[in-house]
């Protein structure tokens, strides 16, 4: 490998797989609360999720993990899942649903590029709901690298994303 080789600019990241205690309580979660969509199960120990009619961008399984308790917080492993809204309303709209629903938040944060929502599934994998503003709306540092941070995210203003078309 002598030659730098960087990955293709359209190279997505197309779905993640995760191990669950139980699936029903998971396709509760993906499904009813964040609106995913049911694509089809393996038997009755897997299940795969997407928008939009995709073929899974969640797949969940009991294969190994059926009734474990959660991953320790402090060992190797994903910190999060990214699931990224199209629009700000749309990010209005998942919070408005977490709200109503009474589902804890982690924690929120502007981060200049995006907005995002942070919470936990029902086996504590962590998941971030976000959008990201227009790249032309990036900030960037005097180098011109993208200028990332993260402060508080005004959710009340988030909110009034929902009201705007109404």
């Not at 960087?6 to 309580?25: D, Q, W």
């Not at 999720?49 to 294969?63: D, E, K, P």
């Not at 086996?123 to 990332?148: A, F, V």
Request: charged content about 20%; some cysteine.
């Amino acid at each position: 490998m002598s030659e730098a080789y960087t990955i293709p600019a359209a190279t997505r990241i197309g779905h993640v797989h995760l191990k669950v205690a139980n699936l029903e309580r998971s396709l509760a979660f993906y499904c009813d609360l964040l609106g995913f969509t049911l694509t089809t199960m393996y038997g009755k120990e897997a299940a795969f999720v997407s928008a939009g009619g995709y073929h899974h961008h969640i797949g969940l399984n009991t294969w190994y993990s059926k009734d474990a308790p959660p991953a320790p917080v402090r060992s190797a492993g994903l910190f999060h899942t990214a699931i990224l809204y199209p629009t700000r309303k749309d990010l209005a709209i998942a919070y408005k649903r977490l709200l109503d629903a009474g589902w804890p938040l982690t924690g929120t944060a502007d981060h200049g590029v995006s907005e995002a929502l942070y919470l936990h599934d029902p086996d504590n994998n962590g998941i971030e709901l976000y959008w990201d503003r227009p790249t032309e709306q990036w900030p960037h540092k005097p180098d011109g690298s993208i200028h990332m941070y993260t402060i508080a995210l005004d959710l009340e203003d988030l909110l009034k994303e929902i009201e705007k078309e109404r």
